[in-house]
Structures are given as structure tokens and as C-alpha cells.
């Protein structure tokens, strides 16, 4: 329950803030790609739920598709960061290494030569 007045509800929301925050936090952590094999992994090249077409089974097209889902998780990990913490304070450990992650899963998606505008502005 937010309020224009948290302190006359006796709510500390900079410590609901960080609670909630390192919950999604650890949620966004226990979802990652990378240690699924790739025969677990199916892209369904149609919208259509009950499509039959026979999934993608490319190797390199699934190594890309898993690149590109840790680099929306890790850049979630970073947002998530920013909005709990602010932007004036330095990454912690924990999302510096979000945002080595991302930098280095850059590399395996296609037509990616150099870092995007809105990844450097992260640093």
C-alpha cells in the first residue's frame, strides 16, 4: 500500500523497495538459458500454437536464440538495479558481471559489430 504520506503508515518504502527488488532479482537470476541443452530448446517458426511445422533444429540458430534471451534477462537484471537503487550509485559485483555478460553474449547474435548506443549507456 503506497501513500502520499508512507511515514504515517509506519511503511519504510526504501526497505519495501530493496526487498521487493532482490526478489525479482533472484527470480531473474534462476531463469537463465544458458545451462539448458540445446535439444531441450524449440523455435516454432509460426504463431500458430499447434503448428505443423517441425521446429528449428539449427544448432547455430538456437545458440543465437539462447544469446539473445540471457541478454534480455541480464539487461533486466541491470534495469532492475538502476530503479532500486538509483543511477548514481556504482554496479555492485553481482551486475557488473550482468553487464560483462551482456557485452560478451553481443558477439553471438547476428549483424552485432559493435555494442549498442543503449547498452553503453549503461555504464
Given at each position: 500500500m503506497f501513500t502520499r504520506s508512507p511515514t504515517q503508515t509506519g511503511l519504510n518504502v526504501q526497505a519495501e523497495i530493496l526487498s521487493r527488488g532482490a526478489v525479482l532479482e533472484n527470480t531473474f537470476h534462476s531463469l537463465s538459458l544458458r545451462n539448458v541443452p540445446l535439444s531441450a530448446i524449440m523455435i516454432v517458426p509460426s504463431s500458430d500454437p499447434l503448428s505443423s511445422t517441425p521446429p528449428t533444429v539449427d544448432t547455430e540458430i538456437l545458440e543465437e536464440a539462447v544469446?539473445?534471451?540471457?541478454?534480455?534477462?541480464?539487461?533486466?537484471?541491470?534495469?532492475?538495479?538502476?530503479?532500486v537503487r538509483g543511477?548514481?550509485?556504482?554496479?555492485?559485483?553481482?551486475?557488473?558481471?550482468?553487464?560483462?555478460?551482456?557485452?560478451?553474449?553481443?558477439?553471438?547474435?547476428?549483424?552485432?559489430?559493435?555494442p549498442h548506443p543503449c547498452i553503453l549507456s549503461l555504464f
Amino acid at each position: 500500500m503506497f501513500t502520499r504520506s508512507p511515514t504515517q503508515t509506519g511503511l519504510n518504502v526504501q526497505a519495501e523497495i530493496l526487498s521487493r527488488g532482490a526478489v525479482l532479482e533472484n527470480t531473474f537470476h534462476s531463469l537463465s538459458l544458458r545451462n539448458v541443452p540445446l535439444s531441450a530448446i524449440m523455435i516454432v517458426p509460426s504463431s500458430d500454437p499447434l503448428s505443423s511445422t517441425p521446429p528449428t533444429v539449427d544448432t547455430e540458430i538456437l545458440e543465437e536464440a539462447v544469446a539473445t534471451s540471457e541478454i534480455f534477462r541480464h539487461c533486466a537484471l541491470i534495469y532492475l538495479y538502476r530503479v532500486v537503487r538509483g543511477d548514481k550509485v556504482d554496479l555492485d559485483a553481482r551486475t557488473r558481471e550482468s553487464l560483462d555478460e551482456v557485452l560478451t553474449f553481443l558477439t553471438l547474435t547476428p549483424s552485432m559489430h559493435s555494442p549498442h548506443p543503449c547498452i553503453l549507456s549503461l555504464f
